[in-house]
């Protein structure tokens, strides 16, 4: 039987795409960098590995035709060589990309293209996993950002796992360019108060300016690239919200999961329980 490789398996979308694969009888391999605590599923087999360490992809890409790829860095700087280390059993590759205009992202899928693979890269919008980070502001029932008005629709990791799914098993994935996206843009005030209410707590949404807004991204990502995107990001979607696609529905047949809906499974992440 043959096996699919799965680098970044823990995180938001690779946890449930190994889920999917395993549900669906799948072998699953995952190159993990921590086998005790990567939390699989059972008959995962889990690889200790690292993408720093050429040898450990090589090891872990032996005798497996398909690979799903997490690129967990901020720049392509050896990817490269990572691509070489998977070795000539893989044939397919797909990418975990980005809907945004990311140069790090755009540097790997032109490798990827050049590699003679059969690719599909996924491009997500934002994900609903994101809005976690404003768990503190929920409790403390005052979430302060800037660019209120900005709408993104977000999408749920489960969406663009099961789309990973389809691309990595089905036929007529290959070469294609997947950009994927929740069912519909909601502002960032209307992201809190879906949050809030699935929650059934008083929320404060506090504009900040955007020097302000800067700032605050500043102190928790340090002097990251990330950083200028994300404001130039907010303050484009005020006028043009982000692309909502119809993707997910068209490669599932079913429509792509509500905010609300992600809300409501993630709830007690949020602290729900003391509400
Ligand atoms: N967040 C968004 O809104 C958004 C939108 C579009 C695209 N994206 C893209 O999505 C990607 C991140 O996906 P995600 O959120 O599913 O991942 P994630 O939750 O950030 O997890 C990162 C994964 O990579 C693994 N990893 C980290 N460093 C590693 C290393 N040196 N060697 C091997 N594995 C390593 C981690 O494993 P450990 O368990 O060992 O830590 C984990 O499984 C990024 O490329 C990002 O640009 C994000």
């Not at 060589?81 to 590759?93: E, F, P, Q, T």
């Not at 360019?177 to 005030?189: F, I, M, N």
């Amino acid at each position: 039987m043959s096996t699919t490789l799965v680098i970044g398996a823990t995180g938001h979308v690779g946890r449930p795409l190994v889920a999917e694969l395993s549900s669906r009888q799948v072998a699953v391999r995952a190159l993990v960098r921590r086998p005790d605590a990567a939390g699989l599923p059972a008959g995962v087999e889990l690889v200790a590995g690292d993408l720093a360490d050429l040898a450990s992809v090589s090891a872990a890409a032996a005798g497996v035709d398909r690979v799903f790829l997490v690129w967990p860095f901020t720049t392509s700087e050896g990817f490269g060589a990572v691509l070489d280390a998977l070795g000539s059993d893989v044939r397919r590759l797909v990418y975990l990309s980005s809907a945004g205009s990311v140069p790090f992202h755009d540097e790997v899928e032109a490798l990827i293209a050049q590699s003679g693979l059969s690719w599909t890269f996924l491009r997500p919008s934002g994900f609903a996993v994101n809005t976690l980070g404003w768990a503190a502001g929920i409790q403390a029932g005052e979430v302060r950002l800037p660019y209120g008005a900005a709408a993104r629709p977000l999408i749920d990791e489960r969406d663009t796992a099961a789309v990973g799914v389809r691309a990595l098993l089905e036929p007529g994935h290959a070469g294609k360019v997947h950009e994927l996206s929740g069912p519909v843009a909601l502002t960032q005030v209307e992201q809190v108060s879906t949050i809030a209410s699935v929650l059934g707590r008083e929320v404060r949404f506090v504009e900040l300016t955007p020097e302000e807004g800067r700032a605050m991204f500043r102190a928790a990502w340090g002097d990251s690239p990330y950083v200028d995107g994300a404001i130039a990001g907010l303050a484009q979607w005020v006028h043009t919200p982000e692309r909502t696609t119809t993707t997910v529905a068209d490669i599932l047949g079913r429509p792509a999961i509500p905010f609300r809906a992600w809300v409501e499974a993630n709830a007690p992440r949020f602290g729900a329980q003391e509400a």
